[in-house]
């Protein structure tokens, strides 16, 4: 079982950064094994992903669209997850999740935490 705490989401101006936290709270050694994700959705739109990253570090995905501007890392240590987000966009703007699971950072996950806001101004 994995228990997930977003946090670090605001108002950002477009053009500044911004990073985004992910919290688990699982044993160490179980955090290793997880391939973890973040997600959005704005108002009307699917849940979408946007990155993820394998436990290896090795196998990462990126949305086209966030490609060269957002950054997907892990500390395995903390056991948090972090999404480092350069050059926002107004369409930035949605609530972002974060998730883990057993398979790839494309595939389906298994746990998700609560969600925070992220609002871009232009």
């Known amino acids: 079982q994995v228990q997930l705490a977003e946090s670090g989401g605001g108002l950002v101006q477009a053009g500044d950064s911004l990073r985004l936290s992910c919290a688990a709270s699982?044993?160490?050694?179980?955090?290793?094994?997880?391939?973890m994700g973040w997600f959005r959705q704005s108002p009307g739109k699917e849940r979408e992903l946007v990155a993820g990253?394998?436990?290896?570090?090795?196998?990462?995905y990126y949305k086209d669209s966030v490609k060269g501007r957002f950054t997907i890392s892990r500390d395995n240590a903390k056991k948090t997850g972090y999404l480092e987000m350069n050059n926002p966009k107004p369409e930035d703007t949605a609530v972002y999740y974060c998730?883990?699971?057993?398979?790839?950072?494309?595939?389906?996950?298994?746990?998700w935490g609560q969600g925070t806001q992220v609002t871009v101004s232009s």
């Open positions: 699982t044993r160490t050694w179980s955090w290793r094994r997880y391939t």
């Open positions: 990253l394998d436990w290896t570090g090795t196998n990462i």
């Open positions: 998730a883990a699971g057993l398979a790839g950072p494309s595939e389906p996950y298994d746990y």
